[in-house]
């Protein structure tokens, strides 16, 4: 059971802008842990996407971009592309666990 | 740089499994390495990670039957996984975390299935 909470599902036409939510509570989020975000096509690993809230790693695209606030988080993707068809998790830390790395619930992004 | 996950397969519950996950391009002692695991068609759960100095956390939920190591002389890690449950039952990825945090390299992940 994850304590950062996504929604289920996204869509757009290509060309629109998405948002996904993450949102979170004091003991992860709220407590200044960063927030990572990851794409997992479909049959393989997840792939690091935003790294430290709104920092893109080389090679991805500067249609991907995150921010944080208080205790949430968001990806947006702009210009939306068939190829960003997939499935997207956030990613922190919460001191109420051992550990301890929480994912997010899990959003599927589906092109119009 | 790679991850190369080996070791999968079926076992029936109550069994023991272990999963490697061989490293180049990088020194696994020198890094924290995690494990994480996603059930058939349900979303990723964070399940363990061993600090470079070698310091160990786990989820609930596999803590006291999983054991995260690793092998310098090999430069692999290893996830021990002992009385293995039904719902233990996923695909397990090894991944690198970098200094912010971030699970920057993947393996292609290794699938255990417990079913009797």
């Known amino acids: 059971q994850s304590v950062l909470t996504q929604p289920p599902s996204v869509s757009g036409a290509p060309g629109q802008r998405v948002t996904i939510s993450c949102t979170g509570s004091?003991?992860?989020?709220?407590?200044?842990?960063?927030v990572h975000w990851y794409q997992q096509l479909p049959g393989t690993a997840p792939k690091l996407l935003i790294s430290?809230?709104?920092n893109r790693p080389s090679g991805v695209p500067d249609r991907f971009s995150g921010s944080k606030s208080g205790t949430s988080a968001s990806l947006a993707i702009t210009g939306l592309q068939a190829e960003d068809e997939a499935q997207y998790y956030c990613?922190?830390?919460?001191?109420?666990?051992?550990?301890?790395?929480?994912f997010g619930t899990g959003t599927t992004v589906t092109v119009l | 740089v790679q991850l190369v996950e080996s070791g999968g397969g079926l076992i029936q519950p109550g069994g023991s499994l272990r999963i490697s996950c061989a490293a180049s391009?990088?020194?696994?002692?020198?890094?924290?390495m995690t494990w994480v695991r996603q059930a058939p068609g349900k979303g990723l759960e964070w399940v363990s990670i061993?600090?470079?100095?070698?310091?160990?956390y786990y989820a609930d939920s596999v803590k006291g039957r999983f054991t995260i190591s690793r092998d310098k002389s090999t430069n692999t890690l290893y996830l021990q996984m002992n009385s293995l449950r039904g719902e233990d039952t996923a695909v397990y990825y090894c991944?690198?975390?970098?200094?912010?945090?971030?699970?920057?390299?993947w393996g292609q992940g290794a699938m255990v299935t417990v079913s009797s």
């Open positions: 391009g990088f020194i696994v002692s020198n890094n924290y």
């Open positions: 430290g809230n709104d």
């Open positions: 991944a690198r975390e970098n200094e912010g945090g971030a699970l920057d390299v």
């Open positions: 990613q922190s830390y919460d001191n109420s666990l051992s550990g301890s790395g929480v």
């Open positions: 004091s003991s992860n989020i709220g407590a200044g842990y960063d």
């Open positions: 061993i600090y470079s100095g070698g310091r160990t």
